[in-house]
């Protein structure tokens, strides 16, 4: 019989994103393994390439280990569907912050994942919500959002005149030096 192995994943979602000291923390818990990607939660699980090489180096008795729940799925349902794949292949799964490890937790194994799984997918609807609260008071309150404009307001007055005089948007770009991306901007704010 093979002695269990620890095969641990790292996740983080945008490529702007360092996995290091997830990387790091999964050394230090002794996984043998380690698969990281940068990759959306939200990516369907045929995008998300290590995480399938991760779950395809588990055999029975391995126990995978990841940062926390949310590193398997964006929502309960995936988390929950994806634990309850290893607890019947009977590996397991341990999160390095502590409120996982299904290995001493049995038949209640998928229960237990299954109520921390939806009170973490409740608590980032929570987030949102209250994100999304804050960004419409911001905007009540004036503050712009996004990119500021890389025109000024007599460029614009520019680009309408010329625009209005006949010329091609192609020109105009070249005489104010404006890009035509910029030049189709400021037609479309008109």
Do not use: W
Request: charged share 25%; proline share 1%; glycine share 10%.
């Amino acid at each position: 019989m093979t002695t269990p192995k620890l095969i641990g994943y790292a996740r983080v979602s945008t490529v702007g994103q360092d996995h290091t000291s997830q990387i790091e923390n999964l050394e230090a818990a002794g996984c043998s393994q380690i698969f990281s990607e940068k990759i959306s939660g939200a990516a369907p699980f045929a995008e998300r390439l290590e995480l399938q090489a991760a779950l395809a180096a588990l055999t029975e008795g391995d126990t995978l280990v990841i940062r926390s729940l949310d590193r398997l799925g964006r929502n309960m349902e995936g988390c929950v569907s994806r634990v309850a794949e290893l607890l019947d292949r009977g590996c397991h799964v341990k999160t390095l912050d502590g409120r996982v490890d299904t290995a001493g937790l049995g038949k209640m194994a998928k229960l237990v994942v299954g109520i921390l799984s939806a009170a973490a997918e409740l608590e980032r609807d929570l987030i949102l919500a209250r994100t999304e609260e804050g960004r419409v008071r911001a905007q009540a309150a004036g503050v712009k959002f996004g990119r500021k404009r890389s025109y000024s307001a007599d460029q614009a007055s520019l680009v309408r005149r010329l625009i209005g005089e006949g010329q091609s948007q192609r020109q105009v770009a070249k005489a104010t030096g404006l890009s035509a991306t910029t030049v189709r901007r400021v037609l479309e704010a008109a």
